[in-house]
């Protein structure tokens, strides 16, 4: 199957899931006024959009115009780069809220104690939903070789989801063990403020994380994945043989496309390049076939 509707398929089935769960989550938090729960249906609203944006990349991305002949491939690590940033805004402002009724808390005294009642049972299917839609988005990107920075930002999103439903059920739990009239009563008015603080540190690895590397995709920095590398380097080895290894291959991925500049160790090489020149479309059709979308330069 071709790797762009692999692509789109999953983007599909984000888009349903991600819509579904956001509207449950806005829900519950207009039932019980808990900032987690904003926090979580916000996140899975906002990976509801970005998922439609993901999807008119992908049916995008690869036509040319005037301006772009060799595609647009570069929104698809941008994609990446304001989904993090969004991401990571959602989470600071989210603190920065539950943080000040925290405090209202504790210096004026003034709350009211958290509304539990089916908060429980909407963490537990979230949970599920989430970390589910996860790993399908994950293993719908290995079956692409991990090509797609869409996909992967899709599925670490999930994750960071499904990690901030499990965080608010565990602290649920732990919550209802608590007398609210003992000495640690003070959770069941800012405990809130404490869910939302933990969920948001161990959150943040993970949107700064595809910021990184949809950043290094955006401004073409070799590729870091060493699945790609392998693969590469085993097709030149498979046609060249002991040659390849005069070469330095250098591999660059925005988005989909792959592109493969090859430096002739010894330029004064005249049978590997004149070999170079009778194999590159062989080795074009190799790397297409693997990748779809590829281009190939010999630098001499």
């Known amino acids: 199957m071709d790797k762009k509707v692999i692509e789109r398929k999953a983007l599909m089935v984000s888009i349903v899931m991600n819509l579904i769960n956001g509207l449950a989550g806005i829900l519950i938090y207009i039932v019980t006024d808990l900032n987690a729960l904003l926090l979580d249906g ?20 690869h036509r040319t115009t005037e301006n772009f002949p060799n595609g647009m491939y570069f929104l698809e690590p941008l994609y990446g780069i304001l989904k993090s940033i969004a991401t990571l805004m959602l989470l600071v402002i989210t603190l920065l809220e539950t943080s000040a009724t925290a405090y209202a808390y504790f210096v004026h005294h003034d709350g009211q104690p958290m509304v539990t009642g089916p908060v429980l049972p ?16 994950k293993r719908q990107n290995c079956k692409i070789n991990g090509l797609s920075t869409m996909l992967e930002a899709e599925s670490r999103g999930n994750y960071i989801d499904g990690l901030i439903s499990a965080g608010v059920g565990v602290a649920i739990i732990a919550l209802s063990l608590v007398d609210i009239n003992g000495p640690f009563g003070f959770f069941h008015y800012t405990g809130d403020f ?45 046609i060249l043989h002991t040659q390849a290894d005069k070469l330095d291959i250098l591999i660059f991925k925005q988005g989909m496309h792959i592109k493969v500049k090859i430096y002739i160790l010894k330029p004064e090489d005249s049978q590997l390049i004149e070999r170079l020149v009778l194999q590159k479309n062989h080795l074009l059709d190799k790397l297409t076939q693997e990748f779809d979308h590829c281009s190939l330069e010999f630098s001499f």
């Open 42 to 61: 916000v996140f899975t609203l906002i990976a509801f959009v970005s998922s439609i944006a993901a999807l008119f990349i992908s049916k995008n991305s």
């Open 122 to 137: 909407y963490t537990i299917i979230m949970v599920i939903s989430c970390f589910g839609l996860a790993y399908y988005n």
């Open 194 to 238: 404490f869910i939302t603080f933990f969920l948001v540190v161990f959150s943040l690895k993970e949107p700064i994380s595809v910021l990184s590397q949809s950043f290094k995709e955006f401004a073409r920095s070799t590729v870091q994945n060493d699945e790609i590398h392998d693969k590469i380097n085993d097709i030149f080895r498979d």
